[in-house]
C-alpha cells in the first residue's frame, strides 16, 4: 500500500482520466476527494469507489473560483497529496479564437494550478510526505494547429510546477507535473482500430498504441508516492515514445499528403465534434 493512510485530492475527478488517478491511488489504500465542477459524475465516481471498499468523497468545485476553491481546502482537516488535473481541450486557430475564449482555457487550464496550489500549501506543509502532481500535456511541447491556448497553458503549466517546486522545497513539497500524449480506454481504442483517422494517430506512437488512463494514473501514483522521494520539479512523459521522433519520421507519408490537402484538418475537426 504505497498510500496508505494518506489523503487525496483530485480535481477534475469526474473525468475519466482523474477518475482512473482517484481510482489508482484508492487501490493504494489513500483516502480520496473527488473534485468536479460536475457534482453528480464525482458523486458516481465516488460512489463506484466506495462500493469497492474504498473511501472516497465527491466535492463540487469550480478550479477557475478562488471562492470555490478555498471553500473546498478551507473545509479540510488534512491533505497529503493534491492532482491537478482540471482541463479542458479545445480552441481554434490563432486569428479565430476570441479573447474570452483564450481567458477560459487559460483559466481553466493553468490559473486553476495556481489557485489550488496556493490554497494546499498550507495543509500540505502539516504532511510529513506532500506531495503535488501538476497535468501539463506534451501539446506543451508538440505543437496541433488550432490549439494556442491550450498550448500556452500547457506550456506554463510545466514552468509553474518548477517554480512551485523550489518554493515548497523548504517544506518538504515535492511538485511534479506529467504530460501525456493522446489518451483513450482501451475498450474505445480497439472499437475505433478500422477507423482511419484513428489509424493516423494510432500509428504515430512508436508503441503501436495510444495511452490508457490507467498508464497516466501510475505515472501519478509514482510521482505522488514515496517511491519518488527525491523526485522534485520534473516533467514526466507519458506518451509511448511518441514526442522524441523527428518529425520526417513522425508522420507517414499519406499523413503528409493528407495534411497538406486540408483533407487531414477537416477529418480531425469532425473528430472533435464526436
Request: hydrophobic letters at 40%; one cysteine or more.
Amino acid at each position: 500500500m504505497l498510500l496508505a493512510g494518506k489523503k487525496a485530492l483530485v480535481t477534475g475527478a469526474g473525468g475519466k482520466l482523474g477518475g482512473a488517478i482517484a481510482g489508482r491511488f484508492a487501490s493504494e489504500g489513500c483516502s480520496v476527494i473527488l473534485a468536479d465542477i460536475h457534482s453528480q459524475k464525482a458523486e458516481e465516481a465516488a460512489d463506484l469507489l466506495n462500493k469497492q471498499g474504498h473511501e472516497a468523497k465527491a466535492v463540487a468545485m469550480d478550479v477557475t473560483d478562488e471562492q470555490s476553491v478555498n471553500r473546498v481546502f478551507d473545509g479540510l482537516a488534512k491533505l497529503d497529496i493534491l492532482v491537478n488535473n482540471a482541463g479542458v481541450t479545445r480552441g481554434h486557430y490563432n486569428l479565430q479564437s476570441t479573447l474570452q475564449e483564450w481567458n477560459e482555457i487559460l483559466n481553466v487550464n493553468l490559473t486553476s494550478v495556481f489557485l489550488c496550489a496556493k490554497s494546499a500549501f498550507p495543509l500540505l506543509r502539516q504532511s510529513p510526505s506532500p506531495a503535488i502532481v501538476n497535468m501539463s500535456s506534451i501539446n506543451a511541447f508538440r505543437m496541433n494547429p488550432g490549439l494556442p491556448a491550450y498550448a500556452a497553458a500547457k506550456s506554463g503549466i510545466i514552468a509553474l510546477t518548477e517554480q512551485l517546486a523550489l518554493e515548497g522545497a523548504r517544506d518538504r513539497i515535492r511538485v511534479n507535473c506529467l504530460s501525456p500524449g493522446r489518451i483513450m480506454s482501451e475498450e474505445q481504442q480497439q472499437e475505433r482500430s478500422h477507423e482511419p483517422v484513428f489509424a493516423i494517430d494510432r500509428d504515430c506512437y512508436p508503441l503501436g498504441r495510444l495511452g490508457y488512463p490507467r498508464d497516466v494514473a501510475n505515472a501519478a501514483l509514482f510521482l505522488a508516492s514515496d517511491l519518488s522521494a527525491f523526485v522534485n520539479g520534473i516533467n514526466l512523459v507519458v506518451d509511448g515514445g511518441m514526442s522524441i521522433q523527428a518529425v520526417s519520421s513522425l508522420v507517414r507519408p499519406d499523413l503528409r499528403r493528407r495534411w497538406k490537402s486540408g483533407l487531414y484538418k477537416l477529418e480531425m475537426e469532425e473528430e472533435r465534434e464526436r
